[in-house]
T-cell receptor, first 108, second 115 residues
Framework: SQQGEEDPQALSIQEGENATMNCSYK?????LQWYRQNSGRGLVHLIL?????REKHSGRLRVTLDTSKKSSSLLITASRAADTASYFC????????FGTGTRLQVFP | NAGVTQTPKFQVLKTGQSMTLQCAQD?????MYWYRQDPGMGLRLIYY???????DKGEVPNGYNVSRLNKREFSLRLESAAPSQTSVYFC??????????????FGDGTRLSIL
C-alpha cells in the first residue's frame, strides 16, 4: 500500500488545549494537504503546504513539512468542541495519497 | 452553490447485483476522482479522470468501471457487486491537473452495503 501513516490514531483533549497530529508519507510529493472529516460527511480541505515550504499558518492551524524525513505535522491551537473530527494528511504527486487519519475528540 | 453532489446517499445490494454511483460537480473542475473509505484504511483511490474523455486506474480499480460522461459528471459502476465492496464511496473534484497546488472538493459520500 502507498498509504501514509498518521500518529496518533486517536487523541482526546480538553477545550483550550492544543492538538498535534503527525503524518509520514512514502514518496516524493509536490505538496501535502490536510483535510478534516466530520462524522458522516465528506472531507473538507484545511490547508496545503508546498514541497518548498517548511511551515504554514492559517488561523488556529499550523502545519510543518520536513521533506527529508517525509513527515508533516498539524497543530490546532486553542481547540474547541467543534474541532472534534477525523483529520487526514494527503501527499500529492499527480494524485493524492491519504494517510490513515487521526480521530480528535475535544471535550467541553 | 452545491459543489460535489453524490447519489444515492445509501444503498443496499445483494451479491452479484450491479449499480452505478453518480457524481456531479458544478465548479467547472477538470479533474474528478472516486475513492473508497474503509475503517482504519483512510481513503483509497479507485479511478480518476484528469479531463473530459480520459480515465485512469487508481490504487484499487478491480471490480469497478467509470465513465466521464461530460465535464460535470463522473460515474462509478459495480458490474457484479461483492461483499468486499461494502464501503463508503466518495467523489471529489479539483481544478487543474493532478499535481497542481489545488485542493480537492468532496461530496458527502455513498454508503454501500452488499449482502
Amino acid at each position: 500500500s502507498q498509504q501514509g501513516e498518521e500518529d496518533p490514531q486517536a487523541l482526546s483533549i480538553q477545550e483550550g488545549e492544543n492538538a498535534t497530529m503527525n503524518c509520514s508519507y512514502k514518496t516524493s510529493i509536490n505538496n501535502l494537504q490536510w483535510y478534516r472529516q466530520n462524522s458522516g460527511r465528506g472531507l473538507v480541505h484545511l490547508i496545503l503546504i508546498r514541497s518548498n515550504e517548511r511551515e504554514k499558518h492559517s488561523g488556529r492551524l499550523r502545519v510543518t513539512l520536513d521533506t527529508s524525513k517525509k513527515s508533516s505535522s498539524l497543530l490546532i491551537t486553542a481547540s474547541r468542541a467543534a474541532d472534534t473530527a477525523s483529520y487526514f494528511c494527503a501527499g500529492n504527486t499527480d494524485k493524492l495519497i491519504f494517510g490513515t487519519g487521526t480521530r480528535l475528540q475535544v471535550f467541553p | 452553490n452545491a459543489g460535489v453532489t453524490q447519489t444515492p446517499k445509501f444503498q443496499v445490494l445483494k451479491t452479484g447485483q450491479s449499480m452505478t454511483l453518480q457524481c456531479a460537480q458544478d465548479m467547472n473542475h477538470n479533474s474528478m476522482y472516486w475513492y473508497r473509505q474503509d475503517p482504519g484504511m483512510g481513503l483509497r483511490l479507485i479511478y480518476y479522470s484528469a479531463s473530459e474523455g480520459t480515465t485512469d486506474k487508481g490504487e484499487v480499480p478491480n471490480g469497478y468501471n467509470v465513465s466521464r460522461l461530460n465535464k460535470r459528471e463522473f460515474s462509478l459502476r459495480l458490474e457484479s457487486a461483492a461483499p468486499s465492496q461494502t464501503s463508503v464511496y466518495f467523489c471529489a473534484s479539483k481544478s487543474g491537473t493532478g499535481g497542481s497546488n489545488q485542493p480537492q472538493h468532496f461530496g458527502d459520500g455513498t454508503r454501500l452495503s452488499i449482502l
